[in-house]
Nanobody, 127 residues
Framework: QVQLVESGGGLVQAGGSARLSCAAS????????MGWFRQAPGKEREIVAA????????SYIDSVKGRFTISRDNAKNTVYLQMNSLKPEDTAVYYC????????????????????WGQGTQVTVSS
């Protein structure tokens, strides 16, 4: 069982930066691929970035490539999302998620591959 708690959201001006953190409980964190998702009002939840168990493989949706960076510190049971050059369209509730299965290969892009979710943190980008 993995429990996830996000932090770091808030109100940011367009062009600014924010860093989200997700702290995980349990001893199996390093065996779970991790992902950051987001959900804007009236829209479906979408993957933003994903990272493999070891952190050597990452994946991003096109709209955030070059602006967002996902990373993890397995010693601290924490995954991060550094967001730079934020745009109003990045406004959403951001969710941290852990893969349903352990020891998977690569960064996972499918929502159904994730079985553990945090409560979400709001990021609002003002224009």
């Amino acid at each position: 069982q993995v429990q996830l708690v996000e932090s770091g959201g808030g109100l940011v001006q367009a062009g600014g930066s924010a860093r989200l953190s997700c702290a995980a409980s349990g001893r199996t964190f390093s065996r779970h691929a991790m992902g950051w998702f987001r959900q804007a009002p009236g829209k479906e939840r979408e993957i933003v970035a994903a990272i493999s168990c070891s952190g050597d493989s990452t994946s991003y949706i096109d709209s955030v490539k070059g602006r967002f960076t996902i990373s993890r510190d397995n010693a601290k049971n924490t995954v991060y999302l550094q967001m730079n050059s934020l745009k109003p369209e990045d406004t959403a509730v951001y969710y941290c998620a852990a893969a349903r299965s352990t020891m998977t290969n690569g960064a996972l892009r499918g929502r159904d591959q994730y079985g553990y979710w945090g409560q979400g943190t709001q990021v609002t980008v003002s224009s």
